[in-house]
C-alpha cells in the first residue's frame, strides 16, 4: 500500500497536479455566470470533479506520449517516465480512470456535457502530437483549456451560448500566450529535434510579440463579455487587475530573459485566473 501511495504522489507531482489552478478558476467562472448566482453544490461538486478527470486525463497523456522525447530533453529528462520513477502501464491507468472520472461526472451533469465530451478527449489527445507537426500546439492547448468554462456554462444552462464562447475564447487566448513563453526554454532543444512551435517559427523576439498580441486580445474580449453580460464595477475591477498582471509578466520578459520565467508564467497566471473568479464572484453576489 506504502508503495502504491508513493506511485500516485510521483503521478501528481509529474502531471503538475497543483496547475489544475490555471483552468479551474476559469470553469467556475463560467458556472457562476450561466446560474447568474451560485450554482448548487452538487452542480459545483460534478463540475470540479469533471476539470480533475479531464486535467489528470490530458496532462498523463501528455507525458505518455512525450516520454521518448522528455528522455531526450536536459530539461525534461528528469520527469517521472524518462527517470523510470513510473511506468508506462501505471500511467495508462491513471489515464483510463481519470477518463472514467471526466465521462462519470459529464452523465452526472447533463445529456449535452456527456455528448460533447468525446470532443474534449479528442483535443487532449491531439494536444500531445501537435508539435510534432504544426506550431500551432499553443492554440491547441488553449483549445483544450477553453473547454473548462464553456462545459461548465453547458453544466449548468444545458446550452452552448454565446457568452460562453466568448468566455472560452478569452481562455484560448490567454492560455496560448503564456504556452508560448513557456515553450522558450526548450526552442534550441526543439530545433535540434525537428520539433514545432512558435518560438521555433518566429524566434525569441517574434514570440515575444506573439504572446502580447494574444494577450490583448484577451484582454479586449474580457470588455466584450463584460458589456455583453452587462456586468458591474467588479468585474470591471477584475479586467484591471488581470490586464496589469500581464503587464508585468511581460515586463519580467521583455528581453527575452527567462531567469524570471517561473515568477512569470507560474505565478502571474495563477494570479490571474483566482482574481478573474474572484471578482466575477463579488460582482454577481453584489447584484
Known amino acids: 500500500m506504502t508503495a502504491f501511495l508513493t506511485k500516485i504522489r510521483i503521478f501528481l507531482e509529474m502531471i503538475k497536479f497543483s496547475h489544475t489552478i490555471f483552468a479551474l478558476p476559469f470553469a467556475l467562472t463560467g458556472a457562476l455566470l450561466a446560474a447568474g448566482g451560485v450554482p448548487t453544490l452538487r452542480q459545483l461538486t460534478w463540475i470540479v470533479l469533471a476539470m480533475v478527470g479531464a486535467r489528470t486525463a490530458a496532462m498523463a497523456m ?86 473548462a468554462p464553456i462545459g461548465a456554462w453547458i453544466a449548468i444552462r444545458g446550452t452552448i451560448e454565446t457568452p460562453a464562447l466568448v468566455l472560452g475564447a478569452i481562455v484560448l487566448f490567454w492560455v496560448a500566450g503564456f504556452d508560448i513563453l513557456y515553450a522558450l526554454q526548450d526552442l534550441e532543444f526543439d ?45 470591471l475591477v ?32 495563477g494570479y490571474i485566473s483566482v482574481a478573474i473568479v474572484l471578482f466575477t464572484a463579488a460582482d454577481i453576489l453584489a447584484r
Open 191 to 235: 530545433r535540434a529535434a525537428g520539433l514545432h512551435s512558435i518560438p521555433v517559427l518566429l524566434g525569441v523576439t517574434g514570440s515575444l510579440w506573439a504572446a502580447r498580441l494574444f494577450h490583448i486580445i484577451m484582454i479586449g474580449l474580457l470588455f466584450t463579455l463584460f458589456t455583453l453580460m452587462q456586468l458591474g464595477t467588479f468585474f
Open 238 to 269: 477584475g479586467i484591471l487587475a488581470a490586464l496589469a498582471m500581464l503587464l508585468y509578466e511581460h515586463w519580467l520578459l521583455r528581453d527575452g530573459n527567462l531567469a524570471q520565467l517561473n515568477a512569470a508564467f507560474f505565478n502571474m497566471n
Open 62 to 147: 501528455n507525458r505518455l506520449i512525450d516520454a521518448e522525447i522528455d528522455g531526450r530533453n536536459p530539461r525534461t529528462a528528469v520527469r517521472a517516465i524518462p527517470a523510470g520513477l513510473i511506468s508506462r502501464g501505471l500511467t495508462l491507468f491513471f489515464i483510463i480512470a481519470a477518463t472514467a472520472l471526466l465521462l462519470l461526472s459529464a452523465q452526472m451533469l447533463n445529456p449535452l456535457c456527456l455528448k460533447l465530451s468525446p470532443i474534449a478527449l479528442f483535443f487532449l489527445a491531439l494536444y500531445s502530437y501537435c508539435k510534432r507537426f504544426t506550431a500551432l500546439a499553443h492554440v491547441v492547448l488553449g483549445i483544450c483549456l477553453a473547454a
